[in-house]
């Protein structure tokens, strides 16, 4: 399986940028494809997609929303962050399945 | 609007076996996509159980591979998930979603929380 590894925890100040980055065991990426994808959840709540493959913003998503990466090393940026994006937040990698797998989470926070 | 939504006993015993149902409304489930569970145990971590395509193949996590079925009714518009020989550490919030292939879960049921105890 590929194994996703976030830090489990950021603290940002609002109007700050917020960096939580996700590293995975395997190349998640196919030619130019980086099978790489966030969600945002806040407690009580389901996940909601925030970045497909790697760069690209879902629907309806703020454009303070971003995602980079390549190959092992994907990042997701929110700048600048507001109180609105106080949640957890998964990486999700669909290169090899089954299984699909997730990260463990990182939790961001107010400093 | 696509919406999605499990339901289905909140508490299991050990050794019995977990149902849930998803029930599908603002697209056919027949249409197109591949339909997952997913679940969140405490503590956080997530796991993609497996999928039903929209014509009716399965795929399944290795981890679950003897364990778990999904099934469906395409008349109703529903798809579900048996869990069997279920043990306290399946305790956890299960997700219905749809899957779009290289775009992500776009979609999300507001899960159910199910508690594996005697």
């Known amino acids: 399986d590929i194994v996703l590894t976030q830090s489990p925890a950021l603290a940002v100040s609002l109007g700050q940028r917020a960096t939580i980055s996700c590293r995975a065991s395997?190349?998640?990426?196919?030619?130019?494809?980086?099978?790489m994808h966030w969600y945002q959840q806040k407690p009580g709540q389901q996940p909601k997609l925030l970045i497909y493959?790697?760069?690209n913003l879902a629907s309806g998503i703020p454009a303070r929303f971003s995602g980079s990466g390549s190959g092992t090393d994907f990042t997701l940026t929110i700048n600048p962050v507001q109180a609105d994006d106080i949640a957890t937040y998964y990486c999700q990698q669909s290169r090899e399945s089954p299984p699909w797998t997730f990260g463990g989470g990182t939790k961001l926070e107010l400093k | 609007e696509i919406q999605l939504q499990e339901s289905g006993p909140g508490l299991v015993k050990p050794s019995q076996s977990l149902s849930l149902t998803c029930s599908v409304t603002g697209y056919t489930i027949t249409s197109g996509y591949d339909w997952s569970w997913i679940r969140k145990f405490p503590g956080n971590k997530m796991e993609w159980m497996g999928y039903?395509?929209?014509?009716?193949?399965?795929n399944y996590n290795p981890s679950l591979k003897i364990r778990i079925s999904i099934t469906r009714d395409t008349s109703k518009n529903q798809f579900f998930l048996q869990l069997n020989s279920v043990t306290t550490e399946d305790t956890a919030t299960y997700y219905c979603a749809r899957w779009v292939e290289q775009l992500g879960f776009a979609y999300w049921g507001q899960g159910t929380l199910v508690t594996v105890s005697s």
């Open positions: 039903i395509s929209n014509s009716g193949s399965t």
């Open positions: 395997q190349s998640v990426s196919i030619s130019r494809y980086n099978l």
């Open positions: 493959r790697a760069s």
